[in-house]
């Protein structure tokens, strides 16, 4: 058995790296591949700490999960095999990356219409405001206003069926 998207603390998931190849050897998997969102601090750490990689017996291919734009619309890419010294979104660049995407947010927000703050911001050290997709839909939601644009687009029926308006 395998399982090529996996994510640990380091990105949305729930588990160390530690707790994740401890699970993945319980569950006898095969082949992983962690796919952190704009991560590969997963793989430093299994870099530097060999008792951690000796939890997990079977084979672990390098990956991330890569936030990009293409064609004005936000996508998310599972890059497989990547060479995890030679790429740019190491910890310290984060903040950049989701300040980046959340300014396209805005542009595309504000592009269909939508109200939406110019001064909100992505804080990597906050919890709640780590990615720019959380803060641009807590920042938009506010506003009843965007409640009828919203309402046009399907991606935004989970919004509609969680109560959120």
């Not at 790296?17 to 095969?30: I, R, S």
């Not at 672990?60 to 890569?66: A, D, K, L, Y």
């Not at 190491?90 to 396209?104: A, G, P, Y």
């Amino acid at each position: 058995m395998i399982d090529l998207h996996m994510h640990t603390t380091y990105s949305d998931g729930t588990d160390t790296v530690d707790m994740l190849l401890e699970n993945a050897e319980k569950n006898n998997l095969e082949v992983i591949s962690i796919t952190d969102h704009n991560s590969i601090d997963a793989y430093i750490e299994l870099e530097n700490n060999q008792e951690i990689r000796n939890k997990f017996h079977g084979k672990i291919i390098i990956g991330s999960e890569i936030k990009c734009i293409y064609d004005n619309m936000n996508i998310e890419v599972l890059a497989y095999g990547i060479d995890y010294h030679n790429i740019d979104i190491k910890k310290e660049n984060r903040q950049m990356v989701q300040s980046d995407v959340l300014e396209h947010f805005i542009n595309v927000g504000q592009s269909l219409g939508l109200k939406v703050d110019n001064n909100i911001k992505v804080d990597i050290t906050d919890p709640n405001k780590i990615y720019a997709a959380w803060v641009f839909c807590d920042n938009i939601m506010k506003y009843k206003e965007n409640q009828e644009i919203l309402k046009k687009y399907d991606s935004c029926k989970f919004l509609q069926q969680q109560n959120k308006f």
